[in-house]
């Protein structure tokens, strides 16, 4: 028995260890995207999530005061300043030119093309000296490189959340995914029932098309059951851009797994739990609805769980199904045109994909003390 044990001993190791990298390795990319949405856009920009501790260099510029802001001291015109403004600095490097902007150390003179001489401090005090009167209107650019704090900021959440629109958003991808959750579910547990504890001719033909519609891409038969629905819709005077079509359309994605999902777990049910309900009296509707709805909670809410996921993420069916117009642009369309079509704004592009998950990760964390269970209580039991 102890070499049993002893051999086992590695393989468990190695077994903890393998899943232990698998979390860090799914949990990391959710870490830095809560770290990342709350970081300054400019700093964002130019660094990693993990810097966000620590300053990050950045290569900026300042233009000078006017002309009109020179003073004459003992026979010289000097313009002064400082190129944080009214903020402060450290200055590591200057220039005069975008093409090399650390050419300079700081307090190094710098030949101006406008005329004078540019000196740069430490700490951001710049003096252009001249001997004659100074020309510059617009000013002169300064090129400086200095070492920014890290900055933390709720602007890209308030920037998202203000939206115009976000709101209805919102709420047209609860009125999408909550029915398209609880429809598949109802049907797929019926069917379940039926093909796991009742006898009829082409049970067995029906278990093998469920699960070979498992492997059917969504692309290929979106199409076909658009234009079917369309039709459909037409016959009877139904819109064709409305909730129920999306609903049907997650509905019947959602269907195979569903059905296949609930079949192995309900087949797994004690017989004689069925058979005592039997023998007392009780109808095939009775011994679904009160023995095995509650013993299947757990599957049930499995599959609730990859539904919902499925559904609320989803972009491709709602746009084909529902459209795109304002008042009919769910969660996901909607933060997709904030971007813009060339990936404008992409800062906030942090905020936009945690405001997305905050309603997945509820409910996962709420059910998930059930996923496991019903997964795997499927997997061992066939009936």
Do not use: C
Request: glycine share 10%.
């Amino acid at each position: 028995m102890g070499g049993a044990g002893s051999a086992k001993s590695p393989l468990t190791w190695a077994v903890h260890l393998s899943v232990l990298l698998l979390v860090v390795l799914w949990t990391l990319p959710t870490a830095g995207l809560f770290i990342s949405s709350f970081r300054d856009k400019d700093q964002l920009a130019i660094s990693g999530w993990w810097t966000a501790l620590a300053g990050s260099t950045q290569n900026l510029q300042a233009r000078t005061g006017t002309s009109d802001d020179q003073v004459e001291r003992d026979g010289v015109f000097i313009l002064e300043g400082n190129v944080f403004g009214e903020g402060s600095g450290t200055v590591s490097a200057f220039g005069t030119s975008g093409l090399n902007p650390t050419e300079y150390e700081p307090g190094a003179e710098a030949e101006l093309r406008e005329g004078g001489v540019l000196t740069v401090a430490e700490d951001g005090a710049y003096a252009i000296t001249s001997p004659s009167e100074l020309d510059l209107p617009r000013g002169a650019r300064i090129f400086f490189t200095t070492t920014i704090p890290p900055r933390f900021t709720l602007d890209n959440y308030r920037e998202v959340l203000a939206s115009e629109g976000i709101g209805r958003s919102f709420i047209n991808s609860l009125t999408v995914t909550i029915p398209a959750t609880i429809i598949p579910i109802l049907i797929a547990a019926f069917a379940a029932y039926a093909l796991a504890w009742m006898k009829f001719p082409g049970r067995a033909l029906l278990i093998a098309v469920i699960v070979g519609l498992l492997v059917v891409p969504l692309q290929m038969s979106l199409i076909p059951l658009l234009r079917m629905y369309n039709g459909i819709g037409a016959f009877f005077g139904v819109p064709a851009k409305t909730y129920l079509g999306i609903w049907l359309a997650h509905t019947g994605f959602g269907l195979p797994l569903a059905v296949y999902l609930l079949r192995n777990y309900i087949a797994g049910l004690p017989r004689e739990i069925m058979e005592s309900a039997r023998v007392d009296g009780a109808s095939d509707f009775e011994i679904f609805m009160k023995i095995v709805l509650p013993l299947s909670f757990p599957a049930l809410a499995s599959f609730a769980i990859f539904q919902f996921l499925w559904t609320w993420n989803d972009l491709l069916v709602a746009m084909v199904f529902l459209g795109a117009q304002d008042s009919e642009l769910v969660l996901t369309g909607r933060l997709v045109n904030l971007l813009g079509s060339r990936g404008g704004n992409w800062e906030i592009l942090t905020a936009s994909a945690f405001i997305t998950i905050l309603v997945p990760l509820a409910v996962f964390f709420t059910l998930q003390r059930y996923l496991v269970r019903g997964l795997l209580a499927g997997s061992v039991k066939g009936g």
